[in-house]
């Protein structure tokens, strides 16, 4: 990254370096689905970085069907007032007004999510145009370099959220590392073609074959239920981990979310995780994700 | 001395980018999330990151109080935003139950300067740094509301609001500490500062 002695004379917001290192902050670290003040208070508690606030989990999201949209604004206002960490919440994909709504209400982060239903089959919003930063889902190298042309200053592996059954997580992020991998291999030449492969644009590729890496934060997200699958991501190079329906579905959230804390920090220390991991009570039941028909997948929504 | 092992502290936060700025500032840099850890490091940054989580972590896996005997023993520690947190005698707008490690005799206030739509970058000069102003990022951060005398006062910004100006870079001793995260900007010359004061500490 370079300085800019010149522009910065005025305090700047909003730029590129501030959003995406909003996202640098919270590496390491657990961001939590909550659908209230107490269950925020109860995140924090646990040692969660972040809440992510929304009116359904994806758990429940899928078990009641229909259109599932943007939370209340004061629930959300709720839960940014009951915690000092900072607050997440999500809008539609290309649900352009709905970030309008959420960025007015003072949220740190916007999740342009898969788990609602998409507003917009075509395009994704425009992230450029907000001061408040975003995060995004992909499954692949493609996608997730498409959302960062569109200003996400964060990617998460999209997963197969609410099913508790982390095997889609695993699937997209390895298919990013690999391809990233793939990428450092490539002379000048190559890197023109792998951008037209990748749908994406030749410089952002050029700088992943630079970097070996993202140019922003890369977390896990859809799927993981307990202590060893949140280190199963870390290990498997994700910076963090989000967790939707896998802690509040869960026998004993406050107990669950400690030890998924603890197991992202020592993520490589299998003594740690082996005692994170004792007596937590029931997990949430989770999904067969193979027996889960194409319509009902979130991973598919958003291109 | 020789070449000096400084550890940044790696239970949450931005690890990889101080580690990468000490190197480019020729010490050893390395990781600690383990008290034995701690123990073989000549000084520490303690990274930005989300405090709350921090502390608690270091309190659960029993960094707290090596934390403290080896801040008491003279060991240099560079803290940013989070990091400035952890260092502070007494903080505001913490948790109730929120534990810093302390050190420099100052009050910070947490998430001062907004939520994140309030974050912001801006020059900013520094006191002991040639050159051009460093880059201040500053993300949710905490300002220095009260410093007691024996603290140096390194840099400030306007207030937004007033005539004032705000606290945002702070030594006492051996203890260095900035609201803003230089290790976010790829100049390398505030972390420069810290290696020289951890080599005049070791000789």
Not at chain 1, 164 to 188: C, M, S
Not at chain 2, 83 to 109: C, F, N, P, W, Y
Not at chain 2, 171 to 194: K, W
Request: with cysteine; aromatic share 4%; hydrophobic share 45%.
């Amino acid at each position: 990254m370079s300085t800019t002695p010149t522009s910065a004379e005025q305090p700047q917001v909003g730029t590129a370096r501030v959003k995406r290192g909003m996202a640098e902050q919270l590496k390491g670290g657990v961001i939590m689905d909550v659908v209230n003040a107490e269950q925020a208070k109860i995140a924090e508690d646990a040692g969660a970085v972040a809440v992510m606030a929304l009116e359904r989990v994806p758990a429940d999201i899928r078990k009641d069907g229909g259109v599932a949209r943007m939370s209340d604004p004061n629930m959300i206002e709720e839960i940014i007032a009951a915690v000092s960490i900072p607050v997440m919440a999500k809008s539609r994909i290309g649900h352009f007004v709905e970030a309008q709504v959420l960025q007015s209400l003072g949220v740190d982060y916007i999740d342009e999510s898969e788990v609602l239903t998409p507003a917009d089959e075509v395009n994704h919003s425009d992230k450029w145009a907000f001061t408040t930063p975003f995060v995004c889902g992909a499954t692949n190298l493609g996608e997730a370099l498409r959302r960062i042309a569109e200003g996400a200053a964060m990617i998460r592996s999209k997963g197969e959220a609410g099913t508790g059954n982390v095997v889609e997580a695993v699937r997209h992020l390895r298919q990013i590392k690999n391809e990233i991998a793939k990428l450092r291999g490539f002379d000048n030449n190559e890197l023109y073609a792998a951008a037209k492969e990748l749908r994406a644009p030749y410089e952002l590729v050029r700088e992943v074959a630079e970097l070996g890496k993202l140019p922003v934060v890369l977390f896990s997200a859809g799927g993981v239920a307990t202590p060893a699958d949140a280190a199963l991501m870390r290990q498997l190079g994700a910076e963090g981990v989000f967790v939707g329906s896998g802690i509040f579905k869960s026998g004993d959230p406050a107990k669950r979310a400690a030890a998924i804390v603890k197991a992202t920090t020592f993520y490589d220390d299998p003594k740690i995780i082996a005692d994170a991991s004792r007596n937590l009570g029931e997990a949430m039941v989770g999904i067969n994700c193979d027996t889960l028909p194409e319509t009902e997948r979130y991973a598919n929504r958003g291109w | 001395m020789s070449t000096p092992t400084i550890g940044v502290l790696a239970l949450q936060g931005d690890v990889r980018e101080h580690l990468v700025a000490l190197a480019a500032a020729d010490a050893l840099a390395r990781p600690v999330r383990r008290p034995e850890e701690l123990a073989e490091v000549d000084a520490l940054v303690m990274p930005g990151g989300e405090s709350t989580t921090i502390s608690k972590l270091a309190v659960l896996f029993g960094l707290m109080d090596p934390l403290r005997e080896r801040v008491a023993g003279g060991m240099p520690v560079y803290g940013t935003c989070a990091g400035m947190i952890l260092l502070a005698d007494k903080i505001l707008d913490g948790r109730d139950d929120q534990e810093t490690v302390g050190g420099i005799d100052m009050t910070v206030r947490r998430n001062a300067f907004g939520r994140q739509n309030e974050s912001f970058e801006t020059a900013i000069p520094f006191v002991g740094l040639a050159g051009d102003p460093v880059t201040g990022v500053f993300i949710r951060a905490p300002w220095v509301e009260a410093v007691g005398a024996g603290v140096e006062v390194l840099a400030e910004v306007p207030a937004a609001d007033g005539p004032d100006a705000r606290i945002v870079a702070v030594r006492q001793g051996n203890l260095l500490a900035t609201s803003f995260h230089p290790e976010l900007t790829g100049d390398h010359r505030v972390h420069e500062y810290f290696v020289r004061m951890v080599e005049a500490a070791g000789r």
